[in-house]
């Protein structure tokens, strides 16, 4: 049996009901290391919170008995430790997803965590560059730090991934070379979150960065390996784009949120402005959920707002 937990305070039966539900996100919802790791660190948190309460290893059984004054105990118990409303409700998501779980496949049940509400989290709007601004990065990557140029053609590739096609830094570094958008090709099909698959266009100045940054690579780039390389040969890091970031934030005095990610939300952000469609957008970024997307229209309307105000006549 795999006893991936049994250094948890746990018994065999929710040692296996872990290790199967451990399985089951790794293998079939493909999620990403650091969101795998943070749903684990989650419910070890509340697990170990239990053990604590009970004095005793936890069983499925256990669990199914708790109350919900013992969810609110436990989210009681996140916030007195300096935890924030975002990380209880992350702890809270991570705890249903896996009660969910044990009821489709461990006979397991327990209403009492449907009575536990979500903390109120004032969803955080996007801050994108300015047009301007975030053209004005793009040409200026050779002018904030001394490297070769083939690795100065990479990261323009790269920042142009970003900018141009709304990729996420994960699915830009995550292309090999034999799906690198060259020679003509107009669309790239990209699986993001959640395993989710989406088309994207590639605009020509894209394709043609990327066939600069091959030409030049001083690596071989076979086909089933990674299409971007840092300076020694290996898959580049997305720490190599967010320092390049921060030189640009240094020198072109940009705000502290821009970064990598900041491109991807400007490529959102000047569509809307341009008079795309949200639906589209939403494809084109690979939301599941339109709501998502609908973010985008609240950065929009603010700057409408500014601009309201600054040309309006008034006494």
Known sequence: MNTAFENWPVEKDLNAALCSWNAYLEDERDLALKTLD?????I???????????????TLVDLSHLQARDFRSFLAYRRDGGASDRSVARGLSALRMFFKYLERHFNFSNSELHLISSPKIPHSIPKPLPVDKALESLDSTDM???VAPWINDRDVAVMLL??????RISEALGLLRSEAPI?????LEITGKGNRERRVPILPVISDAISTYITNCPFELEANEPLFRGERGGKLSPRII????????????????????ALRHSFATHLLGTGADLRQIQELLGH??????QIYTEVDRDQLLRIYDAAHPRD
């Not at 390049?244 to 821009?258: G, S």
């Not at 599941?288 to 997307?293: D, E, G, M, R």
Request: proline share 3%; charged share 20%.
């Open 242 to 261: 967010q320092l390049l970031m921060a030189r640009l934030r240094h020198a072109l005095q940009l705000p502290e949120t821009a970064t990598p990610h």
């Open 38 to 42: 943070s749903y684990k660190r989650d």
């Open 162 to 167: 970003l900018y141009g096609a709304g990729l």
């Open 144 to 146: 904030v730090r001394d």
């Open 183 to 187: 020679a003509g090709v107009t669309i």
């Open 288 to 293: 599941a959920s339109l709501s998502t997307t």
């Open 44 to 58: 070890r948190q509340f697990i170990g919170f239990v053990h604590r309460s009970q004095d005793k290893k936890i």
